[in-house]
C-alpha cells in the first residue's frame, strides 16, 4: 500500500470517527429531557390541568428515559412567587391530584424531572382556580359540546357531534347533561365524563326544555300540535298535554317538581305538577310572551313579555315591572344566590336587583344567543354565537373578557356542583 492510500485511509477513519461523535451527540440532544434539547432546554412540557370541585388534577407525557427516576410538583399562588414543592411521584406516574386547595385562589403549577445525574429546569406555569361549578358550552357551527372548569379557562373535555347542537341543560344532583341538536333533532344525554349514555330521536323541533333535577325528567314544548311532553331520566316519552296554543318558555321549580310555561297564543302563564295536571294560572294582560324564568327559593317568576319585563311572586300574584323599555326581549336568567334578574334585549344585557331596580347595562355584543349566571361568582356568561365569542360580564359590569377557551357558541349553562358520576 502506498503513502498515498495510506493517507486516504486516515483521513477517512478520521471522519467516520467525527461523524459518530457528532451523531452520537445529536441523538444525546434528542432527549427532550437534556439540558441542550434546543426545542425544550430540558425542561418538561405539555403540562395540563384542571379542577374537578376541590380537587386539581395535573397531567403530562410520558417520557422514555432510563435515566428518569422521579417528576416533583411545584405550586406557587402568585406569578411572581417562587414555587414550592409540594409533591414528588414516580417517573412511570403522568398525573398528580392536588386536594389541598381552596375555593377561588388561583394556583401556578410548574414540574421538573429528576434523573440519576441532576433535577431539569421547572416547566411553564399553568394557572388555575377551583371553585364549585362547572360551565358547559355548546358551539352550532362546530357541532362541539365542552365542560370548562370553574375558572372557563381549561375544557375538562370536549366532544364532537355530527349535527348542530343549539341548547344544553344539566342536573346538577347527577352531572348529568341533555343537549338537543337542532339540525338531526336529536337529544343526547352525557354523563359528567362526557360519554354520551344515550340519544333520543324523533323531535322534530323543539322550542324549549327544562330538567326536572328530582326525577332526572325532562320537560319540553313541541311546536306541532303544540304540545308540552314529559320524557323520564332514559328520554321515554311519558305525559303529553296538548291544550297549549303557542307555547314559547318553560322553567321547572325544583322545589315543588311543577312545569311553568308561558303560552303566547292564550296570553297565560300556566304550571303543570308531575302527573301532568295543571296547578296554576297566571293571567294578565301580556303583550307578547318571550320567556320565563324562576328564582327557586321564593318562586318569583320573571317574564320577558315583548318590550317589558315583569316579575310576579307566585302564588300572590304581585307584579312588579322595572322602569325600561325594552326593543326586543329574548332571554332572561336568575341568579339564585342574590336573586338579581339579567336579561338579552337585541345586542344588550341588562342586570336588576331582585327589586328591579337596574344595576347597569352594556350593549357591547352582536346578539347573545343564550346567556347564563354562575351562581357561586355571580358572573354572567353571553354565548354571543354570531360574533363567535363567549363572554364573561363581572357581577358589577366592571369587566368583560372573552373566554378563549370556546368558539362559536349557541348556549351555555353553569352547573353549580354536582356529583361526578
Known amino acids: 500500500m502506498n503513502d498515498l492510500s495510506k493517507k486516504y485511509l486516515y483521513f477517512l477513519f478520521c471522519g467516520l470517527v467525527l461523524v459518530t461523535l457528532?451523531?452520537?451527540h445529536d441523538r444525546g440532544r434528542m432527549n427532550p429531557l437534556d439540558p441542550e434539547n434546543i426545542n425544550t432546554g430540558g425542561k418538561p412540557t405539555g403540562l395540563r390541568v384542571i379542577s374537578k370541585l376541590d380537587t386539581v388534577i395535573l397531567s403530562w407525557q410520558k417520557y422514555e428515559v432510563t435515566t428518569l427516576s422521579d417528576f416533583a410538583v411545584y405550586r406557587a399562588t402568585a406569578s411572581n412567587q417562587t414555587p414550592l414543592k409540594i409533591a414528588t411521584v414516580p417517573a412511570t406516574s403522568t398525573t398528580f391530584l392536588d386536594t389541598d386547595v381552596n375555593y377561588g385562589v388561583t394556583y401556578y403549577y410548574r414540574i421538573s424531572a429528576i434523573t440519576k445525574d441532576y433535577e431539569s429546569d421547572l416547566s411553564d406555569a399553568v394557572k388555575i382556580t377551583p371553585g364549585p361549578t362547572y360551565t358547559w358550552v355548546v358551539e352550532i357551527a362546530t357541532g362541539g359540546v365542552a365542560k370548562l372548569t370553574h375558572d372557563y379557562l381549561h375544557p375538562i373535555f370536549y366532544r364532537q357531534l355530527n349535527g348542530y347542537p343549539e341548547k344544553v341543560v344539566v342536573n346538577p344532583l347527577t352531572g348529568g347533561a341533555w343537549v338537543y341538536d337542532d339540525f338531526l333533532n336529536w337529544f343526547y344525554y352525557f354523563n359528567a365524563n362526557g360519554n354520551i349514555s344515550y340519544v333520543s330521536a324523533g323531535f322534530n323541533r323543539v322550542i324549549d326544555y327544562d330538567i326536572d333535577y328530582q326525577e332526572g325528567s325532562v320537560w319540553l314544548i313541541k311546536p306541532e300540535a303544540p304540545q308540552l311532553v314529559k320524557l323520564n331520566s332514559v328520554g321515554e316519552e311519558q305525559i303529553e298535554i296538548s291544550e297549549l296554543v303557542s307555547p314559547v318558555s318553560l322553567v321547572v321549580n325544583q322545589q315543588y317538581g311543577l312545569c311553568w310555561v308561558a303560552d303566547a297564543g292564550t296570553g297565560k302563564i300556566m304550571s303543570y305538577n308531575r302527573s301532568g295536571r295543571r296547578a296554576q294560572i297566571v293571567s294578565y294582560p301580556f303583550l307578547a310572551l318571550k320567556a320565563i324564568t324562576l328564582h327557586q327559593k321564593s318562586g318569583n317568576l320573571w317574564v320577558a313579555d315583548s318590550t317589558r319585563l315583569?316579575?310576579?311572586?307566585?302564588?300572590?300574584?304581585?307584579?312588579?315591572q322595572p322602569n325600561q323599555t325594552f326593543q326586543k326581549l329574548s332571554d332572561v336568567v336568575i341568579d339564585q344566590k342574590t336573586a338579581a334578574c339579567w336579561v338579552v334585549d337585541e345586542g344588550t344585557v341588562y342586570k336588576f336587583n331582585s327589586e328591579g331596580i337596574l344595576q347597569f347595562h352594556t350593549d357591547r355584543f352582536h346578539t347573545p344567543l343564550?346567556?347564563?349566571?354562575?351562581?357561586?361568582?355571580?358572573?354572567?356568561?353571553?354565548?354571543d354565537g354570531y360574533n363567535a365569542r363567549l363572554y364573561r360580564i363581572s357581577p358589577d359590569g366592571a369587566s368583560i373578557s372573552r373566554i378563549e377557551s370556546v368558539e362559536y357558541p349557541s348556549a351555555v349553562f353553569v352547573q353549580f356542583k354536582g356529583e361526578e358520576n
Do not use: R
Not at 310 to 316: D, E, N, R, T, V
Not at 370 to 383: E, H, P, T, W
Open 22 to 24: 457528532t451523531a452520537c
Open 310 to 320: 315583569l316579575k310576579f311572586s307566585i302564588p300572590g300574584e304581585q307584579v312588579v
Open 370 to 383: 343564550s346567556i347564563a349566571v354562575n351562581d357561586y361568582s355571580g358572573d354572567c356568561l353571553a354565548a
